[in-house]
């Protein structure tokens, strides 16, 4: 009988050595330690965070990640592959993790289904709510501009974190002053070290952003919409982000962003709790 001892040092064995298996055996090790944990803990992990692989050109994009993050896919030729495969982990853990189904598209703008489709000169990113109209489902996707890449969106993001970090001092004390903000809030604004644009400083950080849309406009998940208005409306985008006080949707959208990167000091308690919830790896 395989004891709890003997299971614990297979298991930090094969976690040290895991990286070097060859990837025809790498299912069966997973597997295997799936059974050491059932030793150790008593239960199963439900969870085990899917190992990513990036793709090496845009055909393998597309056969890598279809039907498992998206349905459709389109680039234009100046694309670049490596902003695509950064979106593509963030956005496959988040699938993974919280049950979500696909993408009906990702890509360029000059690609996408969506009628009129345009980036906006500043955005890194945009999220098009699957509506229905008269019966019929549209597809959701997220749309990227042709000309980022990775180095440029974490100049981008530093250079308007830099400069909003910069007024730290007057954003709390505006905090202080707001009289539609929770006591909660202003006490929590006194813990902040720095102040920020946005809580992504690269386009992972930004897949989940966007992921982040998704979840809250096309999941259809009991109680989150009024969990986030409340939130919203006690003022806790005010210790987010200063891109998260522009609506509750973004405001969201920074908070699950903030969620995934492990950063978990500012998210209002229930929805923090809630994230938990839905979340596979917890």
């Given at each position: ?133 008269f019966g019929e489902k549209r597809p959701d996707g997220i749309v990227i501009p042709v000309s980022i ?58 897949a989940y952003h966007e992921m982040g849309h998704k979840l809250h406009l096309s999941s259809d998940v ?61």
């Amino acid at each position: 009988m395989l004891t709890k001892p003997v299971a614990e040092k297979e298991l930090s064995t094969t976690l040290m050595t895991f990286k070097y298996y060859p990837s025809d055996k790498r299912s069966a090790a997973l597997n295997r330690m799936v059974k050491l944990l059932k030793v150790i803990e008593g239960k199963a992990k439900s969870y085990i965070k899917t190992l990513f692989e990036p793709a090496s050109n845009f055909a393998d994009f597309a056969s890598k990640f279809k039907h498992k993050i998206f349905s459709g896919f389109g680039v234009s030729k100046n694309a670049n592959l490596e902003v695509c495969n950064e979106a593509a982990e963030a956005m496959l853990d988040v699938t993974d993790r919280f049950d979500m189904e696909t993408l009906g598209f990702f890509g360029n703008a000059s690609k996408s289904p969506f009628r009129g489709s345009k980036m906006s000169r500043n955005a890194n990113a945009t999220y098009h709510y699957g509506r229905s109209f008269f019966g019929e489902k549209r597809p959701d996707g997220i749309v990227i501009p042709v000309s980022i890449t990775p180095n440029s969106i974490k100049a981008q993001k530093a250079k308007a974190n830099e400069m909003y970090n910069a007024g730290l001092d007057k954003a709390k004390a505006r905090i202080m002053e707001h009289k539609r903000v929770s006591d909660e809030v202003k006490e929590k604004s006194q813990e902040l070290k720095a102040w920020r644009w946005s809580v992504s400083t690269d386009f992972k950080g930004t897949a989940y952003h966007e992921m982040g849309h998704k979840l809250h406009l096309s999941s259809d998940v009991d109680g989150l919409d009024t969990l986030v208005r409340e939130a919203y409306n006690k003022g806790w985008a005010m210790v987010m982000s200063e891109y998260a006080k522009t609506n509750h949707k973004e405001f969201f959208a920074e908070t699950f962003c903030a969620y995934m990167l492990g950063e978990h000091e500012f998210i209002e308690p229930r929805l923090l709790a809630k994230l938990k919830e839905l979340d596979k790896a917890v």
